[in-house]
């Protein structure tokens, strides 16, 4: 079946990296573009970063641009969210998604607090 599953969330201090990853399965990975959302408590989804089918071609939104790469392993069927220099606000619960089919994962928290 259909299978999204992020890792690598964790409670990090302001300034500090985290990778997150997300291993997809039950569907041809390299024919959709993927794309990371977040979504903090008490706020909606947002999207943070997209990353096209080939891995040519990526976007960020403007408040993590600078700070995160996204990148992807067709090969592997995974998705990677490099994050650097964090901040309190981007404490979040962080999805990945499958754009041209419409799957998600079930999220990973990431905390970044002192």
């Known amino acids: 079946q259909v299978q999204l599953e992020e890792s690598g969330g964790a409670l990090v201090q302001p300034g500090q990296s985290l990778r997150l990853s997300c291993a997809a399965s039950?569907?041809?990975?390299?024919?959709?573009?993927m794309n990371w959302y977040r979504q903090a408590p008490g706020k909606e989804r947002e999207w943070v970063a997209y990353?096209?089918?080939?891995?040519?071609?990526?976007r960020y939104a403007d408040s993590v641009k600078g700070r995160f790469t996204i990148s992807r392993d067709n090969a592997k069927n995974a998705v990677s969210l490099q994050m650097n220099s964090l901040k309190p606000e981007d404490t979040a619960v962080y999805y990945c998604?499958?754009?041209?089919?419409?799957?998600w994962g079930q999220g990973t928290q990431v905390t970044v607090s002192s």
């Open positions: 990353i096209s089918s080939g891995g040519g071609a990526s």
């Open positions: 039950g569907f041809t990975f390299s024919s959709s573009a």
């Open positions: 998604n499958a754009q041209r089919f419409g799957f």
